[in-house]
């Protein structure tokens, strides 16, 4: 019996990511979730800029690339043409609380029928570790040499905290990849992102705290550590908004 | 004959879009193309169809670019500085190979400029916008009545030849109204086989996407799309002719200009003077050929425009400089009059080839 | 009893799934280079595997297989 194996649909080619980058945990999570609601035949993936861009080339879905910080604005283009599909979007932290801010807040505040899985790793990979909008205060990138200074490079974006007063998005959850209890909670959210979508829920969006081993110039076991210590206090798990959950508590009360 | 109706020119394209089979609006408030976005938020609903207000010019030319992507036919209207902002998405669904109509009811420039109509994005239109080696087909409508059988046409270059096509009017034409037929076929559909629709687990994923990091590779792409825009040079270029047979001076002029100097054109012929008027319907491709026939025939060309003059240039290159181009221009939301056109017909029917 | 089989040239070496091991049966292979140029991870001890995929949980690169 096949305890664990590579989810099909994940296209059987290695990724390009550096050893011990997260984001192929990620893909294989929301790969899992794909496989087990039986939905690869019709989801169509929204890949970004950032270093997830090729992300095209390893769901075996259907999948476009969007400009930076499009992802948003097209995943919504596709799903009020193709209500049918299923459609996700993949954006890390500068993709979607930088440059692609106000197409992630008004797709949240429509509460587009999207799901939207967001790598948050606390700075650039691709381009080589910049500083980015979820870097934390003091943190060293090649752009804030020494350490964030939130006096002039301001305070980190908190993205769940920040769309949770919005009333358009059905669900917000933060989440972390930094060990296995975590990995598996971090499943059952993207799951639940992906069921909103079935259900005609509506914005479902997971954040997920990553690490960037590379560009954070730690060994990969330092650097899932460093979200345990660092990005975890900062960034606190957990589900910021459930508004199906809420509206059965109100009825029940 | 059928029956006509009394429309904006901004309601004649929003209706011709409906009546061509377009289901898909995405656009923001910018003066002076709102009415489209008015008509289409009244009647898509009623149809089935997606009417949606983004949040920016931003984020409807990716919406656009979404809806594209799945193959069915989409559009976005704006005026001057919202064009700007979809650059980025106009270069992108060019990279991409995709098809969408982007309406341009041009105001001056450059900056916030004015609301009032100018022809001042035609370097924009024809020579890019966004980055990168591309073409959008650039259409000049200069009646209500082409700007809905335009808009047809439009979606049916899209379809086929699977690449954004800009419709580049001005605030006249969009604002003034004119009766106008309706009687319009939905636009010829085409293979979609390429288009996003989930895989149905009966075939490997498309991928749509303008990344290609192997520089031999992008180079190849670059070549094929550019052999795809020969075939439309050759096959799609449209002008209209009028009055050229014995003409000795030649008006150059699109759109809202070419209106003007119509009128400029028959009164300088009641004075005896022999000018006609080459009106480009395709502003890319540029009707390079015509122009260029009349270049031993013609001693002047006038290029009327309502910029600083950008046509003239394409005119200029038309005709590889054999004959003096003259320019007749307003700028900054100006038109020019009859008779500033027809002024410059006597001069340079007075100066007979001399500048 | 468990089988575990690594797809060893996907392997990065980047060493989660030894951490992630419970019964500390994967290590890093220093003196092999895999097709990518990494030093693999292997298993050990197949027979005091618990099938428990803690390894697989935490691999980036989909290279552990396990069967019962």
Redesign the interface.
């Known amino acids: 019996m096949i305890v664990f194996e590579k989810p099909k649909s994940l296209v059987d080619i290695p990724m390009h990511y550096c050893p011990g980058c997260t984001h192929g945990i990620i893909h294989r999570l929301v790969a899992e979730v794909i496989d087990e609601l039986g939905i690869e035949g019709k989801t169509i993936g929204v890949a970004p800029v950032g270093c997830a861009v090729m992300a095209y080339n390893y769901f075996a879905c259907d999948m476009i690339e969007a400009a930076h910080g499009r992802a948003p604005a097209v995943a919504t283009g596709i799903k009020r043409a193709n209500p049918e599909n299923i459609v996700f979007s993949y954006q890390g932290d500068g993709d979607l609380a930088s440059i692609g801010m106000a197409e992630t807040v008004h797709s949240a505040a429509r509460n587009e029928n999207i799901t939207i899985i967001f790598v948050n790793n606390a700075i650039y990979g691709m381009t080589g570790g910049q500083m980015a909008p979820t870097s934390l205060p003091g943190q060293v990138t090649q752009t804030s040499p020494y350490g964030r200074d939130v006096k002039t490079a301001g305070f980190p974006v908190k993205v769940c905290e920040m769309l949770k007063e919005l009333d358009g998005p059905e669900y917000l959850e933060r989440v972390a990849v930094n060990n296995v209890v975590n990995v598996k909670k971090a499943k059952k959210a993207i799951k639940k992102a992906f069921t909103n979508q079935l259900e005609n829920k509506g914005f479902s969006l997971i954040e997920v705290l990553s690490s960037c081993p590379t560009n954070w110039g730690m060994t990969p076991d330092d650097a899932l550590k460093w979200i345990d210590t660092n990005m975890i206090p900062y960034y606190p798990l957990g589900v910021y908004k459930d508004r199906s959950a809420q509206n059965k508590e109100k009825e029940e009360l | 004959m059928a029956k006509k109706v009394l429309m904006k020119g901004n309601e004649a394209i929003a209706e011709a879009a409906i009546l061509a089979g377009c289901r898909h609006y995405f656009g923001y408030p910018i003066t002076p193309q709102t009415e489209i976005a008015a008509y289409l938020s009244k009647r898509m609903p009623k149809i089935g169809g997606t009417f949606l207000q983004a949040e920016s010019e931003i984020a409807a030319i990716n919406m656009v670019y979404g809806v594209a992507a799945t193959g069915k036919p989409v559009m976005t209207s704006s005026s001057s500085p919202g064009i700007s902002l979809k650059g980025e998405g106009i270069s992108y669904l060019a990279g991409a190979d995709l098809p969408a109509l982007i309406v341009n009811v041009q105001r001056g420039g450059p900056g916030l400029g004015g609301i009032q109509p100018s022809q001042s994005d035609y370097f924009q239109a024809t020579k890019g916008g966004g980055h990168g080696d591309y073409h959008m087909i650039v259409l000049a409508p200069s009646s209500v009545q082409e700007m809905a059988s335009l808009t047809v046409k439009a979606f049916e270059l899209a379809g086929k030849y699977r690449m954004p096509v800009m419709m580049l009017a001005d605030g006249t034409l969009g604002q003034m109204m004119e009766p106008v037929s309706l009687d319009i076929k939905e636009a010829e559909k085409f293979d979609t086989s390429w288009a996003l629709t989930g895989t149905q687990m009966k075939r490997k994923h498309n991928i749509v996407n303008s990344l290609s990091l192997i520089p031999e590779e992008l180079e190849q792409l670059n070549f094929e799309r550019f052999k795809k825009y020969e075939i439309i040079k050759e096959n799609e270029t449209m002008y209209e002719e009028y009055l050229t047979e014995d003409a000795e001076i030649c008006i150059v002029a699109f759109g809202i200009a070419a209106r003007v100097a119509k009128n400029a054109v028959n009164s300088a012929r009641e004075k005896g003077i022999k000018v006609g008027m080459i009106r480009p319907i395709t502003l890319w491709p540029f009707p390079k050929k015509p122009l260029y026939d009349l270049s031993d025939k013609v001693h002047t060309f006038i290029s009327v425009e309502l910029s600083m003059g950008q046509m003239i240039e394409d005119v200029e290159l038309a005709i590889r400089c054999k004959k003096p181009v003259m320019l007749c221009n307003r700028a900054g939301g100006c038109i020019p009059s009859p008779e500033d056109v027809l002024a410059a017909i006597e001069k340079a029917n007075k100066n007979g080839g001399a500048l | 009893m468990?089988k575990v089989t690594f797809d060893t040239d996907?392997c990065?070496?980047?060493?989660?799934c030894v951490?992630?091991c419970p019964k500390n049966l994967i290590v890093i292979v220093k003196d092999k280079i895999n097709k990518?140029g990494?030093s693999p991870a292997e298993i050990t001890d197949e027979s005091k595997c618990i099938?428990c995929?803690?390894c697989?949980?935490?691999?980036?690169?989909?290279v552990?297989?396990?069967?019962?």
């Open positions: 468990a996907l990065k070496g980047c060493g989660l951490t992630a990518k990494h099938a995929a803690f697989a949980t935490m691999c980036p690169d989909c552990i297989t396990i069967e019962k």
